[in-house]
């Protein structure tokens, strides 16, 4: 076993930049869009509610290594569009993206759902319009109750990033494996497997702490 740990580090800590960037991209565009497919799976219109919920039953239905896929040769096999590789990092933004958004918009619901009507007739008769009174009143509290669910998310998708290597992102775990075939050593992936872990322990208590900071009433 020849172990070149000063290619290792280099390696995967280019990797573990490109599953941090995953992740972040991923969140920063899921968590709003979510909310915004919440509402139209609550709509009153019935054509909107049956397009969001085909959608998030396709989203949450499927693999998300199928659906990288297809977001990434979909392209070229339906409209003939040459593919170039810096399509790779988009693609996988567009399905990471695509797919929270469908949970998260399934965990904003059940939060908004949760709410008893007795707020929005008060919010009413406090004068509040209905968008007042979702941001200002309803919301707040939806996020409190929401925490948990988000957290265990946001922890699947720190382990989800690895899914990238499908369409050859070399995130954290496409590089542990080039270098564990090469060096004919698990140490790479022992490697990978210890950063996944600590990113989740900071998550994780991240998130405890700000579930904390919002139970304030307790």
Request: glycine share 6%.
């Amino acid at each position: 076993m020849n172990i070149n740990f000063e290619l290792l580090i280099s390696k995967l800590g280019s990797g573990m930049l490109t599953s941090f960037w995953i992740f972040g991209v991923t969140l920063l565009f899921s968590l709003p869009l979510g909310l915004v497919i919440a509402f139209g799976r609550m709509a009153r219109n019935s054509v909107i509610r049956t397009i969001t919920k085909i959608y998030i039953s396709i989203m949450r239905g499927t693999p998300l290594m199928l659906q990288l896929m297809l977001v990434y040769f979909g392209p070229f096999y339906i409209f003939q569009i040459n593919i170039s590789s810096s399509y790779r990092y988009m693609a996988v933004c567009i399905a990471f993206v695509l797919n929270y958004a469908a949970y998260f918009a399934e965990i904003y619901r059940s939060g908004i759902e949760s709410m008893p009507v007795g707020q929005y007739e008060a919010a009413k008769l406090l004068g509040y319009n209905r968008a007042q009174t979702f941001f200002f009143i309803i919301l707040p509290q939806v996020i409190k109750r929401i925490l948990p669910s988000v957290t265990n998310e946001v922890i699947t998708l720190v382990k989800d990033t690895s899914l990238a290597f499908v369409i050859a992102v070399a995130e954290m775990f496409t590089n542990a494996k080039a270098l564990a075939a090469s060096m004919s050593s698990v140490i790479p992936y022992v490697s990978a497997g210890v950063f996944y872990y600590v990113f989740n322990f900071l998550v994780a208590y991240i998130m405890e702490k700000l579930e904390k900071k919002l139970s304030y009433y307790r």
